[in-house]
């Protein structure tokens, strides 16, 4: 009796995932396809993720594999991702580029929104990727340039 409360919970749990996480269409899907065949080392994974821990509403999305690089979504706009051993990119607004370039951050080759900001530099302080993570989420949700 038990096991089958726990059943419709589960199935439950499924279709509202299914009515309320469906996937669109995403508005920068060659940003997508970039990231979906690169992987990306756990210890930039836990980076980005602790970024992104005081943002709304987001998606991680990966490839496939165990180590998958992944890009977060949010609004159907890649806003930030990781891949190999020290990157993370984020999708800025053209001022936040400016500051993101002036303070080592180099373009990312995804677009004059897009840099790359490389972790464990030696002899750099650590990048302040809380603010990145606040910036690009401001501008994947209100598109404000």
């Not at 690169?38 to 994974?45: E, G, N, P, Y």
């Not at 990781?82 to 607004?93: K, N, P, S």
């Not at 929104?113 to 990048?127: A, N, S, T």
């Amino acid at each position: 009796m038990q096991s089958d409360r726990f059943t419709r919970l589960r199935e439950n749990r499924t279709m509202s995932c299914a009515l309320t996480c469906e996937t669109h269409m995403l508005v920068n899907p060659e940003v997508e396809k970039y990231f979906e065949s690169l992987s990306a080392h756990s210890d930039v994974t836990a980076e980005l993720f602790g970024a992104l821990e005081s943002l709304g509403e987001w998606e991680r999305r990966a490839g496939g594999g165990e180590y998958a690089a992944p890009y977060i979504v949010t609004n159907d706009i890649v806003f930030c991702a990781a891949a190999g051993m020290a990157d993370t990119y984020w999708r800025l607004r053209p001022e936040d580029v400016e500051i993101a370039l002036a303070t080592g951050a180099v373009p990312a080759g995804l677009g004059a929104e897009w840099v790359r900001i490389e972790l464990f530099r030696p002899d750099w302080p650590q990048p302040d990727l809380a603010h990145w993570a606040l910036r690009a989420y401001d501008f994947a949700r209100t598109g404000d340039s």
